[in-house]
């Protein structure tokens, strides 16, 4: 199934290596991944897409963790989340099929960010679904290039993120931590 | 130093020239190693041997990139190690410069973590951290690279300030619920096994293990690395589980109700076919990775925490168990023991390997520090050295790295200067690395090396005898003299031939007080039985044929041929192999002679 993981690493160089390397040589395959800055400065924030049974869920986000620059993994597939990707579409359009096109792009919430005499960019945010379903209505008009950045993700509500965590096995949160169990692994 | 590092095994080079130049400021030995691979072996050595973190050091490009077996190999069996190149100047690198490697990148997979050092003032930081990260947790590999220009530079030395972060996955709480499932299943099995693993030994949990199997009656199986983790001399103790375990003890997994793993992580080499593995078990997987939980076996309680932990929490709610009638029927599965192949091998004519072991383990009392490479001979070691005492074996388990043992050894000896240490290797493995001989003398080592020269890559040998037909290609081993060898490295050596050679032979090289070689020219198509085949069901075993096993000596052909009526066989489903060429009408000839080897 496919599964959003939110990763917060430090902005070192080599992270994005460290993580795309994990991902790879475990065997799982990415459809996308997103990096970007957050609100802290010196952590960057990851949205990886995978293709993944739900056995594998739990495995990848303890190996995600075992990554030194790993500051903190959260699945958000199973809790309500706001996802969206951006896409550029550069179309042909002439005179007679601009006004189409320009309908098109109201349908879809999309704007008109640059025109010339033979072609438009229009750039869309939305769910993958969405991008999708204009690409297929400008591909009669001709998509000459189209550039998007994959998915990125984020919980709804205020503290989504703190709570974050899926364990293996259930806590009861009755006892304090344990000193003796390290987890640097 | 501040780490407590007093030995540290390395091989210089340009890029490291200014580390080393400090070196000799300070009061740490350094054991020149022959070849980088054997730096990184004989640090892992030392690490196994103590449990300490064990040092490496090694300039850039090539000297880096000879590491990374060794990094590998800690990194498979979880051995704390930290490994220190040199690299070039920072502004040199990406520029292709003279011995430049991105050494970086290419250990990725096979470190816990590594570092690119540009700076002096990054260096305390990273060493730091890097020795944390080594000995924590599941311990592992960390790579230190440092650029020649921030060994040259000077900083502010602040220790303090250094101290490694805090990081990774957030602690979690005591799992309460998994503990109770843990108790209630442990407590009502009729037929529980423990499945004691490496990560026993790392985390020093021998005691808690032991309390656990006495009071609640449980017989424990062993993983080729959790030899050692509880005594061989137990009542309770099976033996080695897996691929060449003995058959009872597979049995004994497949027909449990309940398995407790501990530290151990159900290798493809423990488990055989995953889908038929130990199907009328529950399992109770007590693990610090939490990765390694349900990664192969998918089990009904996994408690994340070091073993010791765990069962400290555990134990005082086990109950006293009486599981004599499960203990029994494992003793009943006893027929084909290693000892009675033992007794059935002849002694004369050839030597074989399974003799040399069981006679090294008379000989040194069952004490020694054995050190084992990779293949037939390593698998004999633990079938045939009975361990009772924690770290008194090392071998490359999870990699399988042939050449391990002899560096490996050096590192063990620096460590523990007065145990007893051993090298079995066979002639291959040794062949890999047999350079470091020459470190033995030059560090004036009294380490005693068996090797099990059979003439060939002998595990190889068999796997091409089960299921390649016997076409033996590329198995038949060509190996110099081997007494000569040592002799040219001034150390003493001898060859024997006859089983009563080996225990006078034995003896000899421990009243020597210097590092003595013993080459036993054993059986060469000589067989480590049992055996699962690779992802078989773990109960399919390959078993010893009967009644007289392995006595064909060569000359007599078809002489033993397999009895398919074996009881023993019957009773565990085991398939039979015969062991001999007696299929070829050419059998008699030597793979040897063709090679013009004169063994």
């Known amino acids: ?185 | 130093m501040r780490e407590g590092v007093t030995d540290i095994f390395g091989y210089p080079g340009g890029a490291i020239l200014p580390a080393y130049d400090a070196l000799l400021d300070y009061p740490i030995r350094h054991i020149l190693a022959r070849h980088e691979q054997g730096a990184t072996h004989m640090a892992d050595g030392y690490a196994r041997a103590t449990g300490k973190v064990g040092v490496a050091v090694a300039t850039s490009g090539p000297g880096a990139t000879n590491m990374v077996t060794g990094m590998a190999t800690a990194m498979m069996d979880s051995s704390p190690i930290v490994c220190i190149t040199g690299q070039v100047g920072s502004r040199l690198i990406g520029s292709d410069a003279f011995q430049e490697t991105d050494i970086t990148g290419v250990t990725l997979p096979v470190t816990k973590h590594n570092y690119l050092v540009r700076r002096a003032e990054d260096v305390a930081p990273a060493v730091r951290e890097a020795f944390y990260l080594a000995r924590t947790g599941r311990p592992g590999p960390v790579l230190i690279d440092i650029t020649k220009d921030a060994q040259q530079a000077s900083c502010t030395f602040d220790w303090d300030a250094a101290a490694p972060k805090p990081h990774g996955r957030p602690p979690t709480p005591p799992q309460l619920t998994e503990h109770r499932r843990a108790l209630e299943l442990i407590n009502a099995a009729e037929r529980p096994l423990i499945l004691a693993g490496h990560g026993i030994l790392i985390g020093n949990a021998m005691a808690q293990v032991r309390e656990l199997a006495d009071r609640a009656q449980i017989p424990v199986a062993m993983t080729l690395l959790g030899i050692g983790a509880f005594p061989a001399s137990h009542p309770l103790n099976l033996g080695m589980m897996g691929m060449h375990g003995e058959a009872w003890v597979n049995t004994a997994i497949q027909q449990a109700d309940l398995l407790i793993a501990l530290g151990m992580r159900f290798d493809d080499r423990v488990t055989g076919n995953l889908k038929t593995y130990a199907q009328n078990a529950k399992k109770i997987h007590i693990e610090i990775d939490p990765a390694e939980i349900n990664k192969n076996v998918t089990v009904d309680v996994g408690i994340v925490g070091d073993v010791r932990g765990v069962l400290d929490r555990l134990l005082p709610s086990i109950a006293p168990g009486d599981r004599r009638a499960w203990l029994d029927s494992i003793d009943a599965l006893k027929g084909h023991s290693a000892v009675r192949d033992i007794k059935n091998l002849p002694d004369e004519g050839h030597l074989y390997a399974a003799h040399v072991i069981h006679d090294l383990w008379h000989a040194t009392n069952g004490k020694a520090l054995v050190v084992t490479d990779v293949g037939q001979h390593q698998m004999w070691e633990a079938q045939y050295y009975h361990h009772d005492v924690p770290r008194s074996l090392i071998t490359s388990g999870g990699l399988g790295t042939m050449g391990f043992a002899l560096p490996a050894a050096i590192g063990a000896k620096v460590a523990r200067p007065r145990a007893d240490v051993w090298v079995v290797v066979g002639d291959g493995g040794f062949q890999m690395t047999m350079a470091e001989l020459a470190t033995i003398v030059q560090e004036n080592l009294d380490i005693n090396i068996a090797i099990i020269n059979n003439g060939y890559l002998g595990m190889v040998r068999q796997w091409q005898e089960f299921f390649y037909e016997r076409r033996y290609s590329a198995t038949p081993l060509l190996s110099p003299d081997f007494v000569k060898i040592a002799q040219a490295y001034g150390i003493k050596a001898q060859s024997v031939t006859k089983r009563a050679d080996v225990v006078p032979a034995v003896k000899a090289a421990r009243a020597e007080r210097q590092a003595v070689l013993l080459d036993f020219v054993v059986e060469q198509e000589d067989t480590v039985y049992p055996m699962v085949p690779a992802g078989a069901d773990l109960d399919q075993m390959i078993r010893r044929p009967d009644p007289t096993p392995l006595a064909d000596t060569g000359d007599e052909i078809g002489r033993a041929s397999a009895d398919p009526t074996s009881p023993a066989d019957q009773s565990s489903g085991g398939v039979e192999v015969s062991p001999k060429r007696d299929q070829f009408g050419r059998a008699s000839a030597d793979p040897l002679a063709e090679t013009g080897a004169d063994v």
Do not use: C, W
């Not at chain 1, 430090?10 to 994990?22: F, I, N």
């Not at chain 1, 030194?68 to 179309?91: E, G, Q």
């Not at chain 1, 109201?106 to 991008?131: M, N, Y």
């Open chain 1, 1 to 185: 199934m496919e599964t959003t993981f939110v990763v917060h690493v430090e902005d070192q160089p080599g992270v994005l290596t460290r993580v795309a390397s994990l991902v790879r040589r475990r065997g799982f395959n990415i459809e996308s991944l997103t990096v970007g800055h957050t609100e802290t400065p010196g952590v960057s924030r990851m949205t990886i897409v995978l293709d993944v049974d739900e056995a594998a869920i739990a495995r990848i986000e303890a190996n995600l963790y075992k990554l030194v620059n790993v500051i903190r993994v959260d699945n958000v597939t199973p809790r309500p989340s706001v996802f969206r990707d951006l896409a550029m579409i550069k179309v042909a359009a002439t005179a007679e099929s601009r006004g189409a096109i320009m309908q098109l792009v109201d349908v879809f919430r999309a704007r008109v960010v640059d025109v010339s005499p033979d072609s438009l960019i229009i750039e869309i945010t939305g769910t993958e679904d969405k991008i999708d379903g204009l690409v297929e209505m400008l591909k009669q008009y001709g998509v000459l290039e189209m550039a998007r950045t994959g998915r990125v993700a984020m919980s709804r509500g205020a503290d989504a993120g703190q709570r974050a965590r899926t364990d293996i096995g259930d806590d009861d949160g009755e006892v304090a931590l344990d000193g003796n169990v390290s987890y640097s692994v």
